[in-house]
């Protein structure tokens, strides 16, 4: 081996160590891409203070302009929906922006249908369904906030 050869070995495996960790980084951060949702549990919402609705599934906000149901609408949304819907439900592109539904019955149907079974399209999960995780009176009282930060 010549000396200008021996010279350029440690910089070729300098060069592959810093590739090879280089790729390692960028495939475990596209693993937790991937994995939008990963093993992320839901958390409980105290509904306690709200009037308890029961089944059947109601179809409009019963808790519309309700204080307290704002107030735990806040915070579920933070707890369980602010990692792809942005904190304060402003989008950073993952997800829609939640402000934009329409307020009244019209953006109910669209955000009960949404967050009870979730979205699929070609086999992809791009929301997971809620219930049986979420209960009506949370789920309701999310919407309750949602209207509260509403923007045209």
């Not at 609705?53 to 949304?77: C, H, Q």
């Not at 304060?88 to 109910?108: M, T």
Request: with cysteine; proline share 5%; net charge neutral.
């Amino acid at each position: 081996m010549s000396k200008k050869e021996m010279k350029e070995t440690p910089r070729l495996f300098t060069r592959a160590r810093l590739a090879g960790a280089l790729a390692g980084t960028v495939l475990a951060l596209a693993g937790g891409f991937a994995h939008g949702h990963g093993d992320v549990v839901p958390q409980a919402v105290d509904t306690s203070k709200l009037k308890q609705l029961g089944e059947p599934w109601l179809e409009a906000n019963p808790y519309r302009g309700n204080a307290e149901a704002v107030r735990i609408g806040d915070s579920a949304f933070n707890q369980n929906c602010a990692r792809c819907h942005g904190i304060g439900a402003v989008s950073g592109g993952i997800a829609p922006d939640l402000r934009l539904l329409p307020k009244g019955n019209e953006g109910d149907e669209y955000f009960i249908q949404r967050i009870r079974h979730g979205v699929s399209r070609n086999g992809a999960v791009y929301m997971p369904p809620f219930e049986g995780t979420l209960t009506q009176e949370a789920m309701w009282a999310i919407r309750a906030w949602l209207e509260t930060v509403h923007e045209d």
